[in-house]
């Protein structure tokens, strides 16, 4: 009687202590990394309520792995492993023999249609539609086609990535073989380069994952100098005492803290451009129609390109979303209405403020209203942009420890947490040093509409435009009807044109600004 007490006690301490090793780091979906096994790809869930803004919006659950046939260290408490190349330890077992990665599922609960659509709204919805007026003032009615186009080609971008995480079978059924972005990279560069592809991704993700964090410091001083325009204070100035308020971001081990603070941010920033949008209807009868071109910039017109194509990137958390559903079925469904909705608004939005302020739209559109309503939303919009920054930086952070600090003997340096877990002294003033690296990007090039084009022609028509569309046609190309492949090869065409044309329009701005900047 005893013994079989002691046995369901411990069970119980078991199966509890396989709950409690579920952890939470909504970053990683859109980074395109995968657990420590493949097993556990399925337990991507939302269960801390994570609402991943800035084309960041879904949950996962790792688990940390155990010791495996005593070679691999065991896990530092609260640290969670991941694997860029597809490769992870093998599942680890419980005391009675059942594999963690399946007790662990069980039970994992998954999203709905409506919940992933919220995902990918709040990915592509960002607070960076600021940016669009800007767009349309050099592009004029071709700037409000490219909204529209970005839209459809993101939507079928999506759609065909996903194809490309299932095979055929024996049976002529569709199973899904791969579980992110960085799988389909590999699968493509394989056998003979079979983890180059996903270095490709993850570079191009820590490449945006950064520019992201230097943009939310531009935007902070920014705002906060056009504010208060009255004050002895430089946006420079400003930009530093944003920084000052998010060098404690360096200290973060998790985002539990930052995540509450995130769906507040989000429902904050729609409720600010219904406030722009009924601003923009109360002067309507003053809009400017004629100012709308049919004629472009050609010199800062794609510039504008990469601002559109930087809104709308959501692609490389796509994998994880759909493997989480409900119903994977819906997913075709759920990208049309979510990229329609986005395109129907993004357009709008940009149209009615550009029509208000014409030629003088400026990059940031709030620094065109009234002073007295200015300075509000230009406060809850740079306390928006404070609390998002720890969500990219955090990503950024992993990415680079995991890169160079802890990935065993294929790491460049020592390892970063000491044995206890802690983060070393030396590791904490490099997390530090990062803060100040975007505090001095933003200083020197405080331009948002340029970084915005400069980021979204380099890695956003990458991730969205080029990658898939190849990735698509390597992967199924004996399967695909010709209107797919046609579409395939347009895309990856007209994405390769804008994305060169952009990334060179928006390197000459910046390096145009910066000599201005270190000449003054």
């Known amino acids: 009687m005893a013994t079989l007490i002691k046995n369901k006690l411990s069970n119980v301490a078991t199966s509890v202590s396989n709950k409690s090793q579920a952890k939470v780091s909504g970053v990683f979906a859109r980074m395109g990394f995968q657990a420590a096994t493949d097993e556990e790809a399925v337990g991507f869930a939302q269960c801390d309520d994570l609402d991943y803004e800035h084309r960041q919006g879904l949950q996962m659950d790792i688990l940390?792995?155990?010791?495996?046939?005593?070679?691999a260290e065991p896990a530092a408490e609260g640290d969670s492993h991941y694997q860029r190349d597809g490769t992870g330890l093998p599942p680890s077992t419980s005391k009675d023999g059942q594999p963690c990665v399946e007790l662990a599922a069980q039970g994992k609960p998954k999203i709905t249609a409506w919940e992933a659509g919220w995902n990918v709204t709040n990915a592509i919805q960002g607070m960076f539609v600021l940016g669009l007026p800007y767009a349309i003032l050099h592009g004029g009615y071709l700037g409000l086609f490219l909204i529209?186009?970005?839209?459809?080609?993101?939507?079928?971008t999506g759609k065909i990535l996903i194809a490309c995480l299932y095979e055929e079978n024996e049976d002529g059924e569709m199973v899904r073989v791969r579980d992110s972005y960085v799988d389909i990279a590999n699968a493509c560069c394989a056998p003979r380069f079979p983890k180059l592809g996903g270095r490709v991704v993850n570079v191009a993700q820590i490449i945006e994952l950064i520019m992201t964090c230097v943009l939310y410091v531009v935007v902070s001083g920014n705002l906060m100098y056009n504010s208060f325009p009255n004050l002895p204070v430089s946006q420079k100035s400003w930009s530093i005492v944003a920084t000052a308020i998010l060098l404690p971001c360096a200290f973060l081990r998790?985002?539990?803290?930052?995540?509450?603070?995130?769906?507040?941010?989000?429902?904050?920033?729609?409720?600010?451009?219904?406030?722009v949008i009924a601003y923009c209807l109360s002067r309507a009868r003053d809009w400017a129609w004629d100012k709308v071109k049919f004629y472009i910039d050609v010199k800062k017109f794609p510039i504008s390109i990469g601002i559109i194509v930087f809104s709308y990137t959501s692609q490389i958390f796509l994998p994880s979303l759909e493997g989480n559903m409900k119903s994977p079925k819906e997913f075709h469904s759920m990208m049309n209405w979510t990229h329609i909705a986005a395109c129907i608004l993004k357009g709008l939005f940009a149209l009615v403020a550009y029509l208000t302020w014409a030629?003088?739209?400026?990059?940031?559109?709030?620094?065109?209203l009234p002073s007295t309503i200015r300075a509000v939303v230009n406060v809850f919009l740079v306390a928006k942009a404070l609390?998002?920054?720890?969500?990219?930086?955090?990503?950024?952070?992993?990415?680079?420890?995991?890169?160079?600090?802890?990935?065993?003997?294929?790491?460049?340096?020592t390892n970063c947490y000491g044995v206890d877990g802690k983060l070393k002294s030396w590791g904490l003033a490099l997390r530090c040093i990062l803060v100040v690296l975007t505090l001095f990007m933003a200083m020197y090039i405080p331009h948002f509409a340029l970084l915005m084009g400069l980021t979204g022609s380099l890695t956003g028509a990458g991730l969205c435009f080029l990658l898939p569309s190849l990735f698509h046609l390597k992967i199924l190309w004996r399967k695909l009807q010709w209107h797919h492949v046609f579409f395939d090869v347009s895309i990856f065409v007209i994405g390769s044109?804008?994305?060169?044309?952009?990334?060179?329009?928006?390197l000459e701005g910046l390096i145009e600004a910066f000599a201005s900047n270190t000449s003054d």
């Open 359 to 368: 030629d003088e739209t400026k990059e940031v559109i709030t620094d065109n």
């Open 64 to 71: 940390k792995p155990e010791e495996v046939s005593g070679e």
């Open 254 to 275: 998790n985002l539990k803290a930052v995540s509450k603070f995130s769906l507040l941010c989000t429902l904050a920033h729609f409720v600010i451009n219904i406030l």
């Open 497 to 506: 044109i804008c994305s060169v044309s952009g990334f060179i329009h928006s």
């Open 387 to 413: 609390l998002s920054y720890p969500l990219p930086f955090f990503a950024a952070v992993e990415v680079l420890e995991k890169s160079f600090f802890q990935e065993g003997r294929i790491a460049m340096f």
């Open 148 to 156: 529209i186009f970005a839209a459809v080609v993101c939507c079928y």
